[in-house]
């Protein structure tokens, strides 16, 4: 990502996130709004500074450890960069006068800049400490409820991966120091990934090691199946919190019999530059990054001929394309990039093309000149190059999906 100028380095797990990584983010964000706001979600802000008295309160002050960035302000208050709003969500809803049980589940979540102090942060966005994440936090009127609640939730990252064409595993894992009843995590399977898995071959049983022991390899689930272990890049991660935090800081509703009652909560965290990180992990080359189709900042470079070459006239054509494409098809409005270095040769723009990882590469040459005009097209997913007349063209982008 460095080499590819999608990130500048900061400092040790901080990074500067260029224009085109910028593109790709928000592209994830509108991907994850759809999918969250798709099963109640509501969209909030809150605070990344947090006073120490909410996290003493639910006895993670001390519990956090060295992990947790603290600071003071002027007047000597203790502070924290939030690595997650548990406490902070909990008072505020406990905030909210008269809630009744007929507004129930309440789902209520953010994408914001995290924090939290790695001891070594490493391989790029995969590990900082300054992240984006997006963290939904629920509340439910029964226990029966809340787990209804936490499956439409997995269902929904589901459907989030699947729509990024990204396989991954959603494995049974540790509360950890979030705490709860219940707990899982989405994990892309890598080579690269520091979490150990054991997936059974016979069945969908998959757990992370921490919850089992290691050397364990009959399935717990089919009784029949092998455990084989992998690695994976943790990009989500779901709990069933119970009434852990809401007790604590009484949140609380009115019930059927117009009695107070404390909520039922769930908390589920994506790594937003996580995702993106891991995606190129597991999908790119050694020549060249590959985006998820929806995820890639541009769609479309069009290359025009080298400047002073005998198709020179071709640089109109390829001019013109990238405006009618813009104009013809609503989804590529933005999408279409014309690299008008011509005086670089083509074959190191189409190098550099294959680096950054556009989906599609429109190379404008003598072809584009004849009567019936020809588009070299590389597809950069399938490494395929295809040869195609306008109208073949504009039927293959036609169908490129954006969001």
Not at 95 to 122: A, G
Not at 154 to 167: D, I, K, M, N, Q
Not at 266 to 280: E, F, M, Q, S
Not at 309 to 335: I, N, Y
Request: glycine fraction near 8%.
């Amino acid at each position: 990502m460095q080499k590819a100028g999608l990130i500048h380095p900061s400092n040790p797990g901080c990074y500067y996130y260029l224009p085109a990584t910028v593109r790709s983010m928000e592209k994830l964000t509108r991907i994850i709004d759809q999918e969250m706001q798709g099963i109640g979600g509501q969209k909030l802000d809150m605070p990344s500074l947090c006073s120490a008295e909410l996290w003493k309160t639910s006895e993670r002050w001390d519990l956090m450890g060295k992990e947790l960035l603290r600071l003071k302000d002027r007047h000597g208050g203790d502070y924290c960069l939030a690595p997650t709003h548990e406490e902070a969500v909990t008072t505020l809803v406990a905030h909210q006068m008269n809630v009744s049980y007929k507004q129930l589940p309440l789902l209520l979540y953010q994408i914001t800049r995290k924090f939290r102090d790695e001891p070594k942060p490493k391989f790029g966005l995969l590990r900082g400490r300054e992240f984006y994440m997006k963290d939904m936090y629920s509340f439910d009127v029964s226990e029966e409820a809340a787990y209804q609640t936490y499956e439409s939730v997995c269902e929904a990252y589901t459907r989030l991966f699947s729509r990024l064409g990204l396989r991954c595993v959603q494995v049974q894992a540790d509360t950890g120091n979030i705490g709860g009843k219940l707990s899982h995590e989405f994990q892309l399977p890598a080579d690269i990934g520091e979490d150990r898995l054991l997936l059974c071959g016979n069945c969908s049983f998959s757990a992370n090691v921490e919850t089992m022991s290691s050397d364990r390899t009959d399935c717990p689930q089919c009784k029949t199946g092998t455990l084989v272990e992998s690695k994976g890049i943790e990009v989500g991660h779901t709990f069933y919190l119970g009434k852990k935090y809401s007790h604590v800081f009484n949140a609380a509703f009115t019930n059927a019999q117009n009695k107070p009652s404390v909520a039922e909560m769930g908390c589920y965290g994506l790594g937003v530059t996580r995702i993106l990180a891991a995606a190129i992990e597991v999908m790119s080359t050694e020549e060249g990054i590959r985006w998820p189709g929806l995820l890639a900042p541009y769609q479309v470079c069009v290359l025009p001929p080298k400047k002073g070459s005998k198709v020179d006239e071709a640089a109109v054509v390829a001019e013109e394309l990238v405006h009618t494409l813009g104009e013809t098809f609503s989804g590529l409005r933005g999408e279409v990039v014309l690299d008008d270095r011509t005086q670089t040769t083509i074959g190191k723009r189409l190098k550099d093309a294959n680096r950054l990882g556009y989906p599609y590469v429109i190379v404008v040459g003598q072809g584009a000149l004849e009567e019936t005009p020809r588009f070299e097209v590389i597809c950069q997913q399938t490494g395929e190059t295809m040869f195609l007349s306008r109208d073949g063209l504009f039927d293959l982008l036609g169908r490129v999906e954006t969001v």
